[in-house]
């Protein structure tokens, strides 16, 4: 099982979005059968094997074991992944193309950017999954607090500069058999647990 799973297939998406599926999908993050499975969320056994088969078609979940009960085989399940992020790509032509107007100081166009890096990443994982291979990235992730607006734009204005600088020194255009790398470099404002909760 992995940690994250990216779903890039727009069927697939839409499958693990249904509220029922969603639960199965949470409470496979240990093996269960339809049985087990039924009696913890609180729907007919036939009802949750509809739903098994549908999450299993699409990759979603996987076969762990076949158990002989009596006349009867129970299938145990588990889900393929802890959790899923579900991949721009699976909008087609209606994901966002952050090469559509890009502006440094749109949130938009931040959001567009994000969605890209998950499509980006997602592609990379599946390849690299299927060639039982890594996938070279590195990430950075905290937090500061700007005591003025002037601040934060000086800010942003010395950190475009120093990625600015890091990028000139190492890119090397004429590098035979090097290989591009893209830098996503975002700023914006934390969202605190008790805004998500005012939201939901």
């Not at 966002?96 to 949130?107: I, T, V």
């Not at 500069?161 to 058999?177: F, I, K, M, N, P």
Request: hydrophobic share 45%; charged share 25%; glycine share 8%.
């Amino acid at each position: 099982m992995f940690d994250v799973a990216v779903i890039e297939d727009a069927a697939a998406a839409a499958v693990s979005l249904d509220p029922v599926r969603a639960r199965l999908l949470a409470a496979l993050a240990e093996p269960g059968s339809a049985t087990a499975l039924a009696a913890t969320i609180g729907l007919p056994r036939q009802k949750v094997n509809y739903h098994l088969k549908t999450l299993e078609r699409h990759g979603l979940i996987e076969l762990v074991e076949e158990r002989r009960k009596g006349n009867c085989t129970e299938r145990v399940l588990r889900a393929t992944a802890a959790s899923y992020v579900i991949s721009p790509t699976a909008l087609g032509t209606a994901q966002p193309d952050p090469g559509r107007s890009p502006d440094q100081l749109s949130a938009r166009w931040l959001l567009a950017l994000a969605a890209r890096l998950v499509g980006d990443v997602g592609q990379l994982l599946t390849g690299a999954t299927r060639a039982r291979k890594q996938v070279a990235t590195f990430a950075i992730d905290g937090e500061v607090r700007f005591a003025s607006a002037a601040d934060r734009a000086a800010f942003a204005r010395e950190l475009a500069d120093a990625v600015t600088g890091l990028v000139g020194r190492y890119h090397d255009e004429s590098a035979e058999g090097g290989r591009a790398h893209r830098v996503v470099v975002a700023v914006h404002p934390s969202v605190t647990k008790s805004q998500t909760e005012e939201e939901s």
